[in-house]
T-cell receptor
Framework: GAGVSQSPRYKVAKRGQDVALRCDPI?????LFWYQQALGQGPEFLTY????????KSGLPSDRFFAERPEGSVSTLKIQRTQQEDSAVYLC??????????FGPGTRLTVL | GQQLNQSPQSMFIQEGEDVSMNCTSS?????WLWYKQDPGEGPVLLIA?????ELTSNGRLTAQFGITRKDSFLNISASIPSDVGIYFC????????????FGKGMKLTVNP
């Protein structure tokens, strides 16, 4: 595909459930970013990969959040024991090494 | 997490009018970017600024990178209905290879 794709687009989870969100970056893009966007707010940085290496995870809000990119392409953001405050849109972005970041459509997570 | 100070938070204008918005930060950035986000979509890059004092245009959009590196503005001239959406400023220390820090966004409504 031409752009960044994310799945699922919508996810409803009961409090305490684990969820996994997938990101397919633009082919050949080295860098991959995850952001969290709460309702009415701008995106906030969660974590960053360069190829398969996770170079910055300073934005992950707790140890319930875990991200991986094992082969340097597709990435998965996992949230364990979801809480209501985890409800947000999770955006993935990719870029060539020094180019601009291109965003996917996001996954809207609702925790009941 | 850190967010930039973006103002105004919303604007209601008539088609054909110009609109300006600005963004300030307590931190110095090397790159300023302006994104637009439509409902249910990820942010789309409008303009990127890489040098202090730089003034850049993209069609009806004009943006400037402040001399102090702590601010930027975006101007939209002769607005049209499809300009409706949420506009975000974002700052970065290294363009596409590092995390972006976003403002809270400005919601633009254009009345035909």
């Amino acid at each position: 595909g031409a752009g960044v794709s994310q799945s699922p687009r919508y996810k409803v989870a009961k409090r305490g459930q684990d969820v996994a969100l997938r990101c397919d970056p633009i082919s050949g893009h080295v860098s991959l970013f995850w952001y969290q966007q709460a309702l009415g707010q701008g995106p906030e940085f969660l974590t960053y990969f360069q190829n398969e290496a996770q170079l910055d995870k300073s934005g992950l809000p707790s140890d319930r959040f875990f991200a991986e990119r094992p082969e340097g392409s597709v990435s998965t953001l996992k949230i364990q024991r979801t809480q209501q405050e985890d409800s947000a849109v999770y955006l993935c972005a990719s870029s060539l090494n020094t180019d601009t970041q291109y965003f996917g459509p996001g996954t809207r997570l609702t925790v009941l | 997490g850190q967010q930039l100070n973006q103002s105004p938070q919303s604007m209601f204008i008539q088609e054909g009018e110009d609109v300006s918005m600005n963004c300030t930060s307590s931190s110095i950035f090397n790159t300023w970017l302006w994104y637009k986000q439509d409902p249910g979509e990820g942010p789309v890059l409008l303009i990127a600024l890489y040098k202090a004092g730089e003034l850049t245009s993209n069609g009806r959009l004009t943006a400037q990178f402040g001399i102090t590196r702590k601010d930027s503005f975006l101007n939209i001239s002769a607005s049209i209905p499809s300009d409706v959406g949420i506009y975000f400023c974002a700052g970065s220390f290294q363009g596409g290879s590092e995390k972006l820090v976003f403002g809270k966004g400005m919601k633009l409504t254009v009345n035909p």
